[in-house]
């Protein structure tokens, strides 16, 4: 079976330090991969996505995430965060084969520290 | 482009009452989710359309809970009855295919009392 896996609930880090929030996921078939942020009181948006090509994908804010088929990870890397970046951060992947899946991780809560 | 449209955004109901809950897609998207957030079980995705047909509503937590989309602009998300554990936040999201990436809209915070 599909599924997705955010290890860490929250995130505490000072402002400027770095940051990774953990994913992994498992799936038999090839997938797609995505995070996304959620600003309080808002929907979802997207940070970054991998489809396939580069495992080294950039996306907004400064954001990058490394996929890695092998240990079947997709970690979300910030090199310094802004207070701004406090949010709540979503994992999701997608299967490209079967019966159709879109799932989304618990979150991961990110707290910027002055 | 206005984005994803829901409405209401706040909704305060008293247990018993019928709720609708309104989704406008991004223009050209032909997928279209509907999710429930609370604390306690975080996103779950209640149904998937595809090209205003449903295709997977097993996440639809009981009979109470309808959704239609008479056409590729509008979807609705139905409670009747309602009950107070069906508040929640309500998001809506479009894409062009189910495989990429997803819109939301602001999302529609339901309070049954």
């Known amino acids: 079976a599909q599924s997705v896996t955010q290890l860490d609930s929250q995130v505490p880090v000072f402002e400027e330090a770095p940051v990774e929030l953990r994913c992994n996921y498992s799936?038999?078939?090839?997938?797609?991969l995505f995070w996304y942020v959620q600003y309080p009181n808002q929907g979802l948006q997207l940070l970054l996505k991998y489809l396939s090509g580069s495992t080294l994908v950039k996306g907004i804010n400064g954001f990058e995430a490394e996929f890695n088929k092998s240990q079947t990870s997709f970690h979300l890397r910030k090199p310094s965060v802004h207070i701004s970046d406090t949010a709540e951060y979503f994992c999701?992947?997608?299967?490209?084969?079967?019966?159709?899946?879109?799932?989304f991780g618990t979150g991961t809560r990110l707290k910027v520290l002055a | 482009d206005a984005g994803v449209i829901q409405s209401p955004r706040h909704e305060v109901t008293e247990m018993g009452q019928e709720v609708t809950l309104r989704c406008k897609p991004i223009s050209g998207h032909n997928s279209l989710f509907w999710y429930r957030q609370t604390m306690m079980r975080g996103l779950e995705l209640l149904i998937y359309f595809n090209n205003n047909v449903p295709i997977d509503d097993s996440g639809m937590p009981e009979d109470r809970f309808s959704a239609k989309m008479p056409n590729a602009s509008f979807s609705t998300l139905k409670i009747q009855p309602s009950e107070p554990r069906d508040s929640a936040v309500y998001f809506c999201?479009?894409?062009?295919?189910?495989?990429?990436?997803?819109?939301f809209g602001p999302g529609t915070r339901l309070t049954v009392l």
């Open positions: 999701a992947v997608t299967r490209l084969s079967g019966t159709y899946k879109y799932i």
């Open positions: 799936s038999s078939v090839s997938v797609y």
């Open positions: 999201a479009s894409s062009l295919g189910p495989y990429n990436e997803q819109f």
